[in-house]
């Protein structure tokens, strides 16, 4: 009988020991998903001033668009949460948009080298953004599926691990941007 409780315990003891190890494992993941998209939001956050200066010098009354692309962008840059990152990041999209769009009523400026080469590198950006959110929604999505599924649930609320945020566009941000003079 002694031999029948040492082994359940042994077990018990193995699984809560590989469930918390799969936790660390995956929240690592995430952690990383999360860092490498973070390389690219800084490496869009860089782009920005250019792309809006080179813009100003041709469409120099759309004052208000370029203060918005500027305040996104500060506010994206500054965020310390992923909740914040998020909303930083839906907002910076948006006016992004919205500086293309003011950008397509002047074709001086669609024709000028610069422009050009920065809206091919930000757009290059904006894919390797696309997939490094694609990957890290994948691992979140693993983590709560983990944190979530019993028995994993218990060892999960045991050990503090909760579920994670995902990377989502605000509903706002689905619309297509209109700009009109």
């Known amino acids: 009988m002694p031999y029948i409780i040492i082994g359940l315990l042994l077990v018990i003891g193995l699984y809560v ?10 929240r690592n993941m995430k952690d990383e998903a999360f860092a490498t998209m973070d390389v690219y939001l ?8 250019n792309l809006v200066e080179t813009v100003k010098g041709y ?9 918005k692309v500027v305040a ?7 965020a310390t949460s992923v909740e914040d990152k998020i909303a930083g990041e839906n907002a910076l999209t948006g006016t992004l948009r919205t500086l293309f769009a003011v950008a397509e009523n002047y074709p001086d400026l669609k024709a000028n080298q610069n422009f050009m080469d920065l809206q091919n590198q930000l757009a290059t950006l904006e894919g390797e953004i696309a997939q490094s959110r694609k990957y890290y929604n994948g691992v979140v999505k693993e983590y709560n599926t983990k944190t ?3 028995p994993s649930s218990i060892i ?4 503090g691990f909760k579920r994670a945020t995902y990377f989502e566009v605000e509903e706002g941000e689905r619309n297509n941007v209109k700009v009109s003079f």
Do not use: C, Q, W
């Open 148 to 150: 979530e599924l019993f």
């Open 17 to 26: 020991m590989g469930a918390y190890n799969g936790f660390v494992k995956l």
């Open 156 to 159: 999960a609320s045991l050990f």
């Open 72 to 78: 996104a962008r500060n506010m994206a840059a500054s």
């Open 42 to 49: 800084k490496k869009r956050y860089d782009l920005i001033p």
């Open 59 to 67: 469409a120099s009354h759309e004052k208000e668009t370029f203060e």
